[in-house]
């Protein structure tokens, strides 16, 4: 996916006005740089999960591991995405990813014979 639909008004939604209260921008830039992470492997099939160590997650988003769960649960919490802890390993899952996706992206899932969107 090359970008994101992102809506001009995204900060009013009731949840991200709690994560802006909760965490500051801190917290609302990590939710949307991990849409970014999501986004990045989201192709035809529709993958809308990333999974990491715990240790690159934090480094990617350049946040502590305690914030960062903190944050991560806070979004699981109010159903921004899911996450599952493997251990040493992190899933997060985004499906309502899909529907934000760029037109360019659709245009190759509809070439790949794949349904570009659930």
Same mark, same amino acid.
């Given at each position: 996916?090359?970008?994101?639909k ?26 949307? !740089?991990?849409?970014?992470? @999501?986004?990045? +492997? ?12 715990? #240790? %690159? ?9 305690k914030?960062?769960?903190?944050i ?12 599952? !802890?493997?251990?040493?390993? @992190?899933?997060? +899952? ?12 659709? #245009? %190759? ?10």
């Amino acid at each position: 996916m090359r970008w994101i639909k992102h809506l001009s008004s995204a900060r009013n939604d009731p949840v991200m006005k709690l994560l802006l209260a909760e965490f500051g921008f801190e917290g609302y830039g990590l939710y949307w !740089n991990i849409l970014e992470i @999501i986004a990045e +492997n989201l192709d035809y099939r529709n993958t809308t999960s990333a999974t990491m160590t715990a #240790k %690159q997650w934090c480094n990617s988003v350049k946040i502590s591991p305690k914030k960062f769960q903190k944050i991560l649960v806070f979004c699981s919490e109010n159903n921004c995405f899911s996450f599952k !802890n493997n251990q040493k390993l @992190i899933t997060i +899952n985004c499906p309502k990813l899909v529907k934000y996706r760029d037109e360019y992206s659709r #245009k %190759q899932g509809k070439k790949s014979g794949q349904a570009p969107d659930i």
